[in-house]
């Protein structure tokens, strides 16, 4: 009976640790979703959220999608620490998913690890992470305006 109850106690203190760990790990990021989220409503950039990502390359940005009080699909990017929103309609760019699929036409990845967006050159772009069949790290870098890759940080 000890044994029993001595284990059942060890897999609750595991499952405890897990779920601190992983709550801890994420608190940044949950964080940072509500701060900037925020901002965007409070400049009436958008009225409600739909999305929220993180890119972090040479500069954090925090993007935010939404509609805005016309009912309109947003984007809104912002750099970590300021309040500065580079507002874009969706309608102008491509989509994660399309932005997804010139990268899987490109390079046929075996796994895509990562979408979100940020800024390159002062233009939206969007930043696709993926495992190609090697199983090397590849970023690469698509327009918003016109799908185009722009940049390409290949085999790490």
Sequence with gaps: MRWMLGTIF???AVIGLVY???GTATRP?????HKYSQIALDQKALTSVTNFYWNARQKTYYTILGKDAKNRQKVVIVAKGTQKLHTYLMKDGVTAE???????????PKKITNIGMSMYAGVPVWEVTFID??????????????GKIVRTIRNL
């Excluded at 399309?98 to 046929?108: F, H, I, L, M, S």
């Design 10 to 12: 060890g897999v609750l």
């Design 20 to 22: 601190s760990l992983l």
């Design 29 to 33: 990021i949950d964080q940072a979703n």
């Design 98 to 108: 399309k932005a997804q699929a010139v990268v899987t036409t490109a390079y046929q």
């Design 133 to 146: 069949k090697k199983g090397n790290l590849n970023y690469i870098t698509v327009q918003f305006y016109n």
